[in-house]
């Protein structure tokens, strides 16, 4: 057995393939939902050219979310850092690469330009942005001037969380905070005076750190800053062509050694803590704590409600779907194709506290696994400084405020990407604006919260831009929300109205209809055809050279009764959500127009045709009687899935479709009904680029198999192809968890680390995914897998074992073989992990090559079933004792021995099959030769080792099936059988297991160690 510390564990795969995690609690905490109604975008990947990796572990955190991190336990790796910083830009990838290398799970990244471009918290401000407001009272008129000093963010953070903090400069940033200065005819009224003021150390990005809040150093003083990296450890500046080679025709080649003595800096901070100490926050964590502290603590439950389980506070509603953004992720998100759901809204606001709850809940109803989440408060209103102040009463980065220096950010983005925004307040008389070069800049000034679906491509039916496919924006209370909650007349409105919008809102995501097929209809008379992959859309269709006065609206699962032929399908007009609201017709409804159409053929019937009669029928000389023809049912039905292909990361991805399972269940309960044992199979096809493949299939759909067949499912992802028994298919079904079913087969290289321990083997991780959470076990049921492999000069097929990697770290040999016949490596497990493809020969000086148990001796050598007599000598016709046998054969069938102490036979003594001889008692393998005894040391006959050996089988349910034709009655020496040995000689000789010798199967004749062996590698080695 090998064992590997923990560290070096992860370090074994250097380019481990997951789906799209990102780290929480679990690695799994936020997988992104295969068959998302929405799109996912990668930030990093799209302002970081160099970073080169889809599944990189940044993750961009706002002032709020970095507050909360540095509130929160645990040690976490961040990194100060912006795609404006030519430092950052050249770093990010390489700090990502060896973060993952060593093992971290998220890195996280905060932007001190909090827009991104200019609104810099870490760079001095020459001078405090101010803004003006005039009002008017009695005819007398009044400036007010109001300072904005958003040093003041930086440094009352550092001052109170990074208090350890060491600089590549002596140079510090210091704030400030004025009170407002108020003037009337020319004269200060009330002067500004200063009401804080702070200095802290000055960073340069990028700026790399380890931070525990509950760290000291060695003389017991605060220093959360475990380790930290400025720069490369000077203030000099730098691009990403200084790591290029200086030879110009090398092109973009990187110099290594200038490379590697980075990553050796970066690998020096993330050192300092174990691997397995970093931790990682969910969007749980950033998000409802935050709305539980603010609501109204009046209504007597908590917006996002907790339980605990296992000594672990855990939220009730499970991960949430929502991605705090920064308003740079932002501005990039709303350039970017796809299909998005958005909220504008913050913690602090009360109206955003009554809607989070349910938008979570309604989003999850409708397959949204992301919905972005951006704060109109840049700081989400908080104060370090004052950490009892309201948050709602701050605008200090309000930029949604027409008074504020800063509301510029809020216009612009809204007119330049929200184009047909609809919003309750009118721009003509409460709008947010600013005023550049003499010009006044105008846009709708929403109210949060501010939910609406997005896709910058969607054009309208009549051709005109229109990026927001539908809004909702009602303001209620945490209390006035509630589902119990009654107005004046007594009616539950509130609840009702809101959730009314969710459901108009969440049925249009996207531009125009995907993932629509055409069914035929079933007959060549029939117009029962079908159009498919309706289901919580919000869409309408009509024959394409109909009218459009023809459109008819869809309800359901799917357009039926048609005739074959091409349709034209589209979302239909719809209505968002505004106030103001009326007490008896509910929210203003705003008008959507229709969406632009695709075309769906429905195919034409292809079955047979009814024969005409001929009109000179002529009698055939030798007539037969006609039959009617019979339907092939087969065993397996398979149907294949094209995948997508990204050749930068080799990961294929493919979803079947509802409509192709519904074939195969039919299929499938045919072949049942006829008698057989179905498999429902899958097939996605790699390409040469391929070291991932993922499955994804829809819930419903995969309940429908465990509900309505009996098969097994079959994946083959080109990789490797993973068989799903009846009794997994009924635990992954009926696990509690919600979401599509992925499974993932994924292919990888040790670490150079790794192999210098296993040689160059290869790695596959195995998963699969209900939704968002992993399933690793299948409530006993079995996983048959197959992984393709080629054997490498030298080895022969016995050697090759399979390792499994279990959690504590440790390599754990399992069951498998090589399958010259396949070109596979084959296994069978009840849970998945990461396994390896090992190599492990063992040969012996009286094992020639030429011998008939050769194979049998090495094949069990490999996987350590045996050993030998001494290191060079197996002793093949040595006889067997009792007590060896029984050795043997637990381990061949993996069976742990007991722990010491377990009761045992009274002649068990103490030696190397004690523990052994207690487990096949407790387990009925063994019932001993009476008195409590078990005689350990006697020779064993042949059948009493094929009596433990069918025990065994029993007990494992392995008991092989398939008959030979062979019978016990067939030898001479049937009748010398013992009666207790009669059932196993009958189920192993007609099975083929037990095939005697001249005639003869000498039961009561002593077995040799080859002998058992063989017997053993006959079974396993199937």
């Not at 091409?566 to 719809?574: D, E, H, I, M």
């Not at 079955?607 to 087969?634: A, F, I, K, L, R």
Request: with cysteine.
């Amino acid at each position: 057995m090998k064992t590997f510390n923990r560290t070096l564990s992860v370090l074994l795969a250097s380019a481990l393939v997951l789906p799209v995690f990102q780290a929480g609690t679990a690695r799994a905490a936020e997988v992104s939902s295969f068959n998302s109604a929405v799109s996912h975008y990668d930030y990093f990947s799209d302002v970081y050219p160099h970073l080169n990796d889809a599944n990189h572990i940044l993750k961009t955190v706002t002032y709020e979310d970095l507050v909360t991190l540095f509130d929160s336990k645990g040690t976490y790796a961040v990194l100060f850092g912006g795609a404006w910083s030519n430092e950052t830009q050249a770093d990010i990838g390489f700090i990502n690469q060896v973060a993952k290398q060593y093992g971290v799970d998220t890195i996280y990244n905060f932007d001190t330009k909090l827009d991104g471009e200019s609104v810099d918290i870490a760079e001095q401000q020459a001078n405090p942005y101010t803004k003006v407001v005039t009002s008017t009272s009695q005819g007398v008129t009044t400036n007010t001037t109001n300072f904005y000093d958003f040093n003041e963010l930086y440094v009352e953070l550092v001052d109170k969380y990074l208090t350890n903090l060491s600089a590549n400069t002596d140079a510090t940033i210091t704030y400030s905070k004025k009170s407002p200065e108020k003037e009337s005819g020319g004269t200060v009224t009330t002067p500004s005076t200063v009401i804080a003021s702070g200095e802290a150390k000055k960073i340069e990005s990028p700026f790399l750190f380890i931070y525990d809040k509950d760290h000291k150093d060695g003389e017991g003083n605060a220093a959360p800053i475990i380790a930290s990296l400025e720069k490369h450890g000077s203030s000099a500046n730098y691009t990403w062509n200084d790591f290029l080679t200086a030879d110009p025709n090398d092109g973009d080649a990187l110099d290594t050694a200038k490379v590697d003595s980075y990553k050796e800096q970066v690998l020096n901070v993330f050192n300092k803590v174990p691997a397995a100490d970093y931790d990682s926050l969910t969007n749980w964590d950033f998000i409802a704590p935050a709305f539980n502290k603010h609501e109204d603590k009046t209504v007597g439950r908590d917006i996002f409600p907790t339980h605990e389980e296992n000594g672990q506070v855990v939220g009730d509603d499970g991960e949430l779907v929502y991605e705090h953004v920064t308003y740079n992720e932002l501005t990039h998100l709303l350039q970017s194709k796809g299909n998005y759901v958005i909220l504008f809204g913050g913690s602090w606001c009360p109206n955003t506290q009554a809607a989070i709850r349910f938008i979570n809940e309604y989003a999850k109803k409708y397959n949204v696994d992301k919905v972005y989440f951006w704060d109109t408060k840049l700081d989400a209103g908080i104060s370090v400084l004052d950490p009892s102040a309201d948050p709602h009463n701050s605008t200090f980065l309000q930029v949604r405020d027409t008074n504020h220096p800063l509301a510029k950010l809020y216009v612009d983005l809204t007119n330049k990407y929200l184009t047909n925004i609809k919003t309750q307040y009118l721009p003509a008389s409460n709008n947010v604006n600013y005023t550049e070069n003499g010009t006044n800049v105008v846009a709708n000034k929403l109210q949060v919260p501010y939910l609406f679906a997005y896709n910058k491509d969607n054009v309208n039916a009549d051709g005109s831009k229109a990026p927001i496919l539908g809004h909702v924006e009602l303001m209620y209370t945490w209390k006035n929300i509630q589902p119990d909650y009654a107005v004046a007349d007594g009616t539950i409105r509130n609840h009702t109205n809101y959730t009314n919008a969710l459901n108009k809102l969440l049925t249009r995501l996207e531009a125009t209809p995907t993932g629509l097929t055409g069914v035929a209809p079933t007959s060549s008379v029939n117009n029962n055809g079908q159009i498919t992959g309706t289901t919580n859309k919000a869409l309408e269709y009509k024959l394409k050279s109909a009218a459009d006065s023809a459109y008819t609206a869809v309800s359901g699962n799917a357009i039926t009764g048609l005739a074959a032929g091409t349709y034209s399908v589209r979302y239909a007009a719809k209505n968002g959500y505004n106030g103001p609201t009326n007490s008896q017709t509910g929210p203003t409804a705003v008008p959507y127009a229709a969406g632009q159409a695709v075309d769906v053929v429905v195919p034409a019937y292809e079955g047979p045709t009814t024969p005409t009669n001929p009109t000179n029928p002529t009698s055939p000389t030798n007539p037969t009687t006609p039959t009617t023809p019979v339907e092939e049912v087969n065993a397996v039905n398979s149907v294949t899935v094209t995948g997508t292909t990204d050749s930068a990361t080799g990961e294929t991805v493919a979803a079947v479709s509802a409509n192709d399972v519904a074939s195969l269940i039919t299929k499938a309960s045919k072949a049942e009904a006829a008698g057989k044992a179905a498999v429902i199979g899958f097939q996605v096809p790699g390409t040469a680029a391929t070291t991932s493949t993922q499955l994804t299939i829809p819930r419903d759909s995969f309940n429908l198999i465990a509900s309505g067949t009996n098969a097994a499912v079959k994946a083959d992802l080109s990789v490797g192809t993973a068989t799903f028994d009846a009794k997994a298919v009924e635990s992954i079904s009926g696990n509690a968890l919600s979401g599509d079913i992925s499974v993932i087969v994924s292919k990888f290289e040790l670490t150079e680390e790794g192999k210098a321990v296993l040689g160059d083997r290869p790695v596959y991780d195995l998963s699969l995914f209900a939704g968002d959470k992993q399933i690793s076990n299948f409530g006993g049921g079995k996983v048959q897998v197959s992984l393709p492999y080629t054997l490498k000069a030298g080895e022969n097929p016995e050697s090759i074992v399979v390792y499994y990697l279990a959690d504590s770290g440790e390599l754990q040999t399992i069951r498998g073989h090589y399958n010259a016949a396949t070109g596979t490596v084959e296994f069978a497990t009840t849970h998945f992990s990461q396994y390896i493809i090992g190599f492990n020969k063992a040969g012996f000086a009286d094992v020639p090559a030429t011998a008939w148990f050769h194979h049998a001796v090495s094949f069990l050598a490999a996987r350590e079933i045996t050993g030998g007599t001494d290191a060079d000598h197996f002793s093949p016709n040595a006889e067997l004792t009792r007590g060896q046998f029984i050795v043997f054969l637990l381990k061949a069938y993996g069976i742990e021995p007991e722990a010491a102490g377990a009761a045992n036979f009274a002649d068990a003594g103490s030696t190397y099959y004690t523990n052994y001889l207690a487990a096949a008692k407790r387990l009925g393998i063994a019932t001993g030769s009476g008195d409590n005894k078990f005689n350990p040391n006697n020779k064993i006959t042949r059948q009493e080792l094929f009596t433990l050996l069918y025990r065994s089988l029993e007990q494992l349910g392995e008991l092989p099936t398939a008959k030979t034709g062979a019978t016990v009655a067939s030898y001479a020496d049937a009748a010398d059988i013992a009666g207790y040995a009669q059932t196993a000689f009958t189920t192993l000789v007609e099975t083929g297991v037990i095939k005697g010798s001249g005639n003869k199967l000498n039961p009561e004749g002593v077995s040799t160690r080859a002998e058992a062996a063989q017997v053993l590698y006959n079974l396993l080695s199937q």
